[in-house]
């Protein structure tokens, strides 16, 4: 019979573990051969993979742990089987690992896909304990069991037992791409029903996301039907290879890039709005007027996008032309002087009703951008509008309603969850463990940077390889020489489209 283990034993394993690893990052443990170095990089994968086994059943026994309130009010845990998740399970987690909601949210799924395998015949069976094990002997990184789980995400117990028995040969030996493969050959085999409707659904659910990334420049995340994906590149392509010709840029990757944003921009009217923002401590005094040249001095500035933690670098010539007009001092928005907050200092937009105001809900969105809650990145034209202090304790104003998602407004009202929303705007978060965390408005008032004072270095400049050119060596072959079979009518369509899609009239967009 196995001897229970309990949260004070985990902690004492991973104490002894930290010890006995402490070693080899002694510089006195460098003498070695490579063939040994090799095998201690295996055996420390080796612990790294069952250590990761291990905190996925830690994280499915905490998102098993509901609150209830008895009827004297007393709060006590009540844990539920193996498999069930706690609605603020994820936003505890991402407390205790210091990571977003969303990645959050995905780490509990991901732990109860793999370590939460049930009796056969339950709703929590999954057919995936044997890959949790493997992780557990060392055997599986918890990348690549995390390329397998998700292939066979809500196949049945029975066909994921017959994929893991058919992995059995090569999951220690291929990488995550390879088992992903070799996962949807044996699905097509074992059950093509399910592979087609997985694609299906996939197809359903194609989206496209944005974030910014580096300073300057923004991500674009997209997954698109195949065909509508084949007939856009070709337009792209095309352009490209254009801009590629004519010297507008000097790599075919940045060429797609920007005949991607030319196409799309080329059939679109676009609105660009610029605000004047005046700290707090000003708002009194009569501001200058002041010109756009003057606003955005330098090449590169700063600006205050729509969503939060996203002031973005902008070229100094766009932001001229967004601005045609002086901005005058009237009608300026009042900002937090450290925070840069949008602020109403007077609450002249107070309502006494639950319901905020069309013009304070406006501004209480413009100042969070997205959910307040830590880590989330929800954006705030989909939140609810939550009082902090609920109504009618608290006042229906700016100082006391913040942007909340659904889950994170609801998790809110959660038991030994407590959320404080501060003058300046920054907002305090405790969770039921007693963990604290703050987030921040969006910094409406901050100084523009970057000024082009003519000394900087010249960036460098990577050596330019076939991949550069207009056509890579890989492009070129496959443009000219399309292989046969099953993939010759996607290339054939590509090609057609490159040759045939019109391209944009007029000087591209700025």
Same mark, same amino acid.
């Given at each position: 019979m196995a001897a229970l283990c309990t949260p004070g034993d985990v902690a004492a394993a %991973?104490? +002894?573990? =930290?010890? %006995?690893?402490? !070693? +080899?990052?002694?510089? &006195?443990?460098? +003498? $070695?051969?490579? $063939?040994?170095?090799?095998? &201690?990089? $295996?055996? *420390? #994968?080796? *612990?790294?993979?069952? +250590?990761? %086994?291990? #905190?996925?059943? !830690?994280?499915? =026994? *905490?998102?098993?742990?509901e609150p209830e309130v008895l009827d004297d009010g007393e709060v006590v845990e009540t844990h539920r089987a193996l498999g069930h998740v706690a609605l603020d399970a994820a936003a505890v987690l991402s407390g205790v690992l210091t990571v977003s909601a969303v990645h959050a949210e995905r780490r509990v799924q991901a732990a109860v896909r793999r370590a939460a395998d049930g009796p056969d015949g339950t709703e929590t069976c999954t057919g995936l304990g044997r890959l949790h094990a493997a992780m557990g002997a060392g055997r599986v990184d918890a990348y690549r069991a995390g390329v397998v789980a998700e292939e066979l995400e809500e196949c049945r117990a029975e066909v994921a037992r017959a994929v893991l028995d058919a992995l059995e040969p090569h999951v220690e030996r291929e990488d995550g791409p390879r088992l992903r493969q070799r996962v949807r050959r044996v699905l097509a085999a074992i059950s093509p029903d399910f592979l087609r409707a997985k694609a299906a659904r996939a197809r359903s659910e194609s989206s496209l996301q944005r974030w910014v990334e580096q300073p300057g420049v923004d991500t674009w995340h997209g997954t698109f039907p195949s065909e509508e994906a084949c007939a856009a590149w070709g337009a792209i392509d095309a352009l490209a290879q254009t801009y590629v010709r004519d010297g507008v840029c000097e790599r075919i990757d940045r060429a797609r890039a920007k005949a991607l944003t030319d196409l799309v921009t080329g059939n679109a009217t676009v609105d660009v709005q610029v605000h004047l923002t005046t700290p707090a401590a000003r708002a009194a005094t009569t501001a200058e007027p002041r010109t756009g040249d003057e606003r955005a001095a330098g090449d590169l500035v700063e600006v205050a996008s729509a969503r939060a933690s996203e002031p973005v670098l902008v070229e100094r010539g766009w932001l001229q032309r967004a601005v045609t007009e002086p901005w005058p001092a009237a009608g300026a928005h009042v900002t937090d002087a450290v925070t840069g907050a949008l602020l109403d200092p007077h609450e002249e937009l107070a309502s006494h009703g639950y319901r905020p105001g069309s013009r304070l809900a406006a501004l209480v969105r413009a100042r969070d951008g997205h959910c307040r809650f830590p880590g989330c990145h929800v954006a705030a034209r989909f939140c609810d509008l939550d009082h902090v202090t609920p109504w009618p304790a608290g006042p229906t104003s700016a100082s006391n309603l913040t942007c909340l998602c659904r889950r994170h407004h609801r998790v809110k009202q959660r038991p030994g969850w407590r959320a404080v929303l501060h003058p300046d705007a920054t907002m305090t978060w405790t969770d039921p463990t007693g963990r604290t965390r703050t987030t921040t408005p969006t910094d409406h008032a901050r100084a523009l940077v970057l000024p082009d004072r003519g000394d900087d270095p010249a960036p460098a400049r990577r050596a330019r390889g076939p991949q550069d050119q207009p056509h890579s060596v890989l492009e070129h072959h496959s443009e000219h020489h399309p292989p046969p079979g099953r993939y010759h009518l996607e290339y054939h369509h590509a090609h057609h489209r490159r040759r045939h899609a019109p391209l944009p009239t007029g000087p591209p967009p700025f």
């Open positions: %991973a104490h +002894v573990a =930290r010890e %006995a690893v402490a !070693a +080899v990052m002694e510089p &006195a443990s460098a +003498v $070695g051969s490579v $063939g040994e170095w090799a095998e &201690a990089v $295996g055996e *420390l #994968q080796s *612990l790294a993979n069952t +250590v990761a %086994a291990a #905190q996925d059943a !830690a994280v499915v =026994r *905490l998102a098993a742990i």
